[in-house]
């Protein structure tokens, strides 16, 4: 078995794909731990190994129980009843020296777990779990808005956030946040550490380039890459459009990916009449999206400004900044600064269409803006905001913890 120290990570969506859990799992790797990922989920792959040293075990869940333990986190332990015998099996295996628990709600069955095992355990906030709960159609919506506690939530997020060993977020915002509602609770906060959501340029790079053969023509093609729920704020860009198409008449808005609210702002574009000034093009496998954004003139993140979305960034900003792409973001928190101090952008008041289709026609309108904001959020990518440069806290961590 070596001498590596095991981090068994656990997930519960398909993996893969997913770049963050892949990005964290491969720098562990590389800095000397064997990594574990137990997946639960109704995926029917086998287990595998990414590489030599990382190993995909897969508990095979059905959607509706994994989705009923993701809900009920906060009132039924289920997660511990599905993680009980596949945690011990990977233990068996290999003797796990640490749990790594992607996301809030699975930091409680990993807390119980780890105490069960004597191991550290590290939690990982991809996003602001509670906040979010207020916005997710399957969360404010019957009968999933008559059993989410919100209350129960925050409260669960401080003391869960405040028992794990170590604490990850992904921006400064939220490690702000997470810190301040510790100490004003006389909870330790400093153990909470921040890895944003880059991307490994050596990675993203080896994704192909040509322009897919779904991709319209258009000009300007503005691009949103992603997930639809209702905080995606999705229906900016759709109601900017009107005022779009009146100065360029052939500019095309393209959607690529899926989510609750695909049918809505469906229908929201036919009412609209929009036509085929909107396409809506589904899911694609992870390595395609660069060769949409190679294509696209403008990268969107229409994202509505809330707590959830303040505290969070998305991948995307920085595959738009990559592939040379000027950004029109709405002013969340992350967004607003990061956008504004690249100059690789323009930003606008969330929910104001209008501030949109101006911001959109601003760039489109000067194609040395266009150039100048493409190679400014480029370089920054190259110089900052890429994984390399900003993974080493997670590494720290680990090494800090189970020095111990």
Known sequence: MGDRRHICMVLDHAFPPDLRVENEARTLADAGYHVSILVIDPDDRGHEHLTEHITIHRARTSRQLRNKARGLAATLPLFDLI????????????????????????????LRAGRRLGVPVVGDMHENWVHALKHYKWSTTAPGKWVVNLKKWERLEIGWSSEVDGLIVVIEEMADRISERLEAGDHRAGHVVTVPNT?????????????????????????????????????????????????HPDAV?????????????????????????????????????????????????????????DHTIPHKLFHYMHSGLPCVVSDCKPLER???????GLVYPS??????????????????????????????????????????????????????
């Not at 990061?338 to 690789?344: G, H, M």
């Not at 993974?391 to 111990?404: G, H, I, M, R």
């Open 83 to 110: 993680l009980k015998r596949p945690l011990a099996a990977v233990n068996r295996q290999r003797p796990i020296d640490a749990i790594h628990a992607h996301d809030l709600y699975l930091f409680g069955a990993a």
């Open 351 to 404: 929910g104001n269409h209008q501030a949109m289709a101006a911001s959109v026609l601003s760039i489109a309108g000067s194609p040395d803006e266009i150039s100048r904001m493409g190679s400014a959020g480029r370089s920054a990518v190259q110089e900052r905001w890429n994984w390399e440069a900003t993974s080493q806290a997670l590494v720290t961590q680990y090494d800090n913890l189970l020095s111990e």
């Open 199 to 247: 991307i490994q340029r050596h990675v993203f790079e080896g994704w192909p380039t040509s322009k897919p053969d779904d991709m319209p023509e258009g000009s300007p093609l503005l691009l949103y890459t992603g997930g639809m729920d209702l905080h995606r704020g999705l229906e900016d860009p759709l109601r900017a459009m009107p005022a779009i198409l009146a100065e």
């Open 253 to 309: 808005l393209v959607l690529v990916g899926d989510g609750a609210v695909r049918g809505d702002l469906q229908a929201l574009a036919t009412s609209l009449d929009l036509g085929s000034a909107v396409r809506f093009l589904g899911w694609k496998d992870q390595e395609a999206v660069r060769g949409y954004m190679e294509a696209a003139t403008i990268g969107l993140i229409p994202h509505r400004k809330t707590m959830h979305t």
């Open 338 to 344: 990061i956008v504004q101090a690249e100059s690789c």
